[in-house]
């Protein structure tokens, strides 16, 4: 297992480590050795003076205080002395690069490799439209694009065909700025689909601000003086926004977000430096923004002033938007507790924004609860309550006043926990009453359509590798994406044969489309799953991946990558990066299955 400290987007890699050592002969590892360290010789450069401090940080606990010397805090500090220190270590990583002669070759391969068409499923809004991202090969950030009509767009199922012909570019972020440090942090339509509410994150900043546009207006050029100037906007600005979703209302008024007070450090909207401060952020709350009025006019919907660290999750139920589901955390843990409000199907949303009632469905902090979808009053959550590998649970929404919530909430199991070791990863509502289930078995994804009775139906099971599917309860169809090692996504779309009702019977699971990569191909490369003993006896997957031209006898050079920590472990990925040094230096690459808390304890 990993450090705890490392987040989920840090792993831990070993390059051009020799891969299983018992391989090698008594001398073959001598000579290793021997090489490595007159690499190191020569190698090893002049590493610039770092400042060691006297800083002494005190924290408080249950048995009184903690002092923890901080020597190196004056590296969190924007000033002249850590710019320096920046600057002198990027010198000496580009000098000691440059050493290299196979540093052009990498970069023209991997600039070869890189540049093949990928997009992503379609999604179909409420404009009538269907929408995807896409990416030419080589440019910064995906474009959003959309078909020119109502019908899905039908590409040749193994072409490079571009979207152009089938579709328009709706909003390509690569226009925000010249220098393409923004980007699309969320969106969200309108449940009318007649808006879209984005947020813009600069500088690679958590903090982003949100802005709405008509979806009769596509953002595809660079307005005059940058997109704080571009005319087809509405004048909506909803800033200090942080980890938060869009939850549009089913009136298509308005929507929830989570946001951070204001701070003079963050200047003015212009500026946008929400993020540059090292200090932490606290009493985040829910509130909601009318469409067409100023933020100061926002609707406080949640917050608690007792508990400034807790952070606020929203979201409504599909596809009437009724219940509001209100998600509280303290922390990293996955626990959380539950709160829910009734919206009625009557009256005007907003003015009931103000004063919810909020039925405290889970009110401590012993599992993590998932809302899934709604069938009337019953609602369908997954938790891991006395259940690690995750189960379904129902129970019926209260009625009346909360006040009047004697009795403790009735959870009934709905699916059990799989007694196989797989790990229900999520569960969404699709064409009305079904389910699409998704299981993490062996590092490897499974993809099940469920009844509304628990019936399990398993498509492609030979798959192995990684999937993702965003299926709707209000459609009866979805698409799932399927990656490997060595393929970067083949795209399929399943279909019920009639709506609303839940049986699988006479349904189609059909291709819609496939990546075509240029200079890596997919039968090039081996992939195989083999198992070893962790120190306490368990038994964990590695995936090794190799040239079909790569030797064999332990001389080849290899990557062993992975990572493992809350709850996660890593799955089969496609990378550019690690095929092209397998396939450049006829080398391996190995991802063992790192133990953080998931499937393997």
């Given at each position: 297992m990993l450090p705890t400290s490392l987040s989920r987007n840090h792993f831990l890699a070993y390059p051009f480590a020799r891969l299983g050592r018992q391989l090698q002969t008594p001398s073959q590892e001598n000579a290793t050795g021997s090489w490595l360290r007159s690499q190191k010789a020569q190698l090893s450069p002049p590493y610039p003076r770092t400042r060691r401090s006297d800083q002494v940080d005190t924290y408080q606990n249950k048995n009184g205080e903690v002092k923890v010397l901080d020597s190196y805090s004056w590296l969190e500090q924007d000033n002249q002395e850590r710019s320096s220190w920046l600057d002198e270590q990027a010198h000496l990583t580009q000098g000691f690069l440059e050493r290299f002669d196979h540093r052009e070759r990498i970069r023209s391969e991997l600039t070869k490799n890189w540049d093949f068409n990928r997009f992503s499923y379609p999604r179909l809004a409420k404009d009538g439209r269907w929408y995807w991202n896409y990416n030419s090969g080589l440019q910064a950030q995906y474009i959003l694009y959309r078909s020119k009509t109502s019908e899905l767009p039908k590409f040749e199922v193994d072409s490079e065909e571009g979207p152009e012909a089938q579709g328009e570019v709706f909003f390509n972020p690569n226009l925000l700025v010249e220098d393409g440090t923004a980007y699309l942090a969320t969106s969200a339509f309108s449940k009318d689909g007649k808006y879209l509410a984005y947020g813009i994150s600069l500088a690679g900043s958590d903090f982003f601000t949100i802005y709405l546009r008509e979806s009769s207006k596509p953002f595809n050029r660079r307005p005059e003086g940058g997109f704080l100037n571009d005319p087809d906007r509405l004048p909506d600005v909803i800033r200090f926004v942080k980890f938060s979703t869009i939850v549009w209302t089913h009136d298509s008024k308005g929507?929830?977000?989570?946001?951070?007070?204001?701070?003079?450090?963050?200047?003015?909207?212009?500026?946008?430096?929400?993020?540059?401060?090292?200090?932490?952020?606290?009493?985040?709350?829910?509130?909601?923004?009318?469409?067409?009025?100023?933020?100061?006019?926002?609707?406080?919907?949640?917050?608690?002033?007792?508990?400034?660290?807790?952070?606020?999750?929203?979201?409504?139920?599909?596809?009437?938007?009724?219940?509001?589901?209100?998600?509280?955390?303290?922390?990293?843990?996955?626990?959380?507790?539950?709160?829910?409000?009734?919206?009625?199907?009557?009256?005007?949303?907003?003015?009931?924004?103000?004063?919810?009632?909020?039925?405290?469905?889970?009110?401590?902090?012993?599992?993590?609860?998932?809302?899934?979808?709604?069938?009337?009053?019953?609602?369908?959550?997954?938790?891991?309550?006395?259940?690690?590998?995750?189960?379904?649970?129902?129970?019926?929404?209260?009625?009346?006043?909360?006040?009047?919530?004697?009795?403790?909430?009735?959870?009934?199991?709905?699916?059990?926990?799989?007694?196989?070791?797989?790990?229900?990863?999520?569960?969404?509502?699709?064409?009305?009453?079904?389910?699409?289930?998704?299981?993490?078995?062996?590092?490897?994804?499974?993809?099940?359509?469920?009844?509304?009775?628990?019936?399990?139906?398993?498509?492609?099971?030979?798959?192995?590798?990684?999937?993702?599917?965003?299926?709707?309860?209000?459609?009866?169809?979805?698409?799932?994406?399927?990656?490997?090692?060595?393929?970067?996504?083949?795209?399929?779309?399943?279909?019920?044969?009639?709506?609303?009702?839940?049986?699988?019977?006479?349904?189609?699971?059909?291709?819609?489309?496939?990546?075509?990569?240029?200079?890596?191909?997919?039968?090039?490369?081996?992939?195989?799953?083999?198992?070893?003993?962790?120190?306490?006896?368990?038994?964990?997957?590695?995936?090794?991946?190799?040239?079909?031209?790569?030797?064999?006898?332990?001389?080849?050079?290899?990557?062993?990558?992975?990572?493992?920590?809350?709850?996660?472990?890593?799955?089969?990925?496609?990378?550019?990066?690690?095929?092209?040094?397998?396939?450049?230096?006829?080398?391996?690459?190995?991802?063992?299955?790192?133990?953080?808390?998931?499937?393997?304890?």
């Open positions: 929507f929830f977000y989570q946001r951070f007070p204001e701070r003079a450090e963050h200047g003015s909207a212009a500026e946008d430096k929400a993020g540059t401060e090292t200090t932490s952020d606290e009493n985040a709350a829910i509130y909601y923004h009318v469409l067409g009025t100023g933020q100061s006019q926002d609707i406080l919907v949640y917050k608690d002033d007792q508990n400034p660290s807790w952070l606020f999750g929203i979201g409504t139920s599909e596809p009437d938007g009724r219940f509001i589901g209100l998600y509280i955390s303290k922390d990293t843990t996955h626990k959380n507790k539950l709160y829910m409000a009734d919206l009625g199907t009557d009256g005007d949303i907003t003015s009931k924004l103000g004063n919810l009632k909020w039925h405290k469905i889970v009110d401590n902090w012993d599992a993590e609860y998932s809302l899934v979808a709604n069938h009337e009053r019953k609602q369908f959550v997954i938790t891991d309550k006395d259940a690690p590998r995750k189960k379904v649970v129902t129970f019926d929404m209260p009625e009346g006043d909360p006040t009047e919530d004697l009795a403790p909430i009735e959870f009934k199991e709905f699916i059990p926990e799989d007694n196989n070791g797989g790990i229900l990863s999520s569960m969404s509502g699709v064409n009305g009453r079904a389910f699409v289930a998704q299981y993490s078995r062996n590092v490897c994804d499974e993809l099940h359509v469920v009844s509304s009775t628990g019936e399990f139906n398993r498509l492609d099971p030979n798959f192995v590798g990684t999937l993702s599917a965003a299926p709707k309860q209000e459609d009866d169809f979805f698409f799932a994406t399927f990656s490997e090692f060595n393929d970067p996504g083949v795209i399929k779309r399943f279909q019920f044969k009639e709506k609303d009702v839940d049986s699988v019977e006479g349904h189609s699971w059909t291709t819609w489309r496939r990546t075509r990569m240029k200079g890596l191909l997919a039968d090039e490369f081996n992939t195989k799953q083999v198992w070893y003993k962790s120190k306490d006896g368990v038994d964990v997957p590695m995936f090794i991946v190799w040239h079909k031209d790569t030797p064999l006898d332990g001389t080849a050079p290899a990557i062993q990558y992975g990572y493992g920590g809350f709850n996660y472990t890593m799955r089969p990925f496609f990378s550019v990066s690690f095929l092209t040094f397998v396939k450049a230096f006829k080398g391996v690459l190995a991802v063992p299955g790192i133990r953080g808390g998931a499937e393997k304890g």
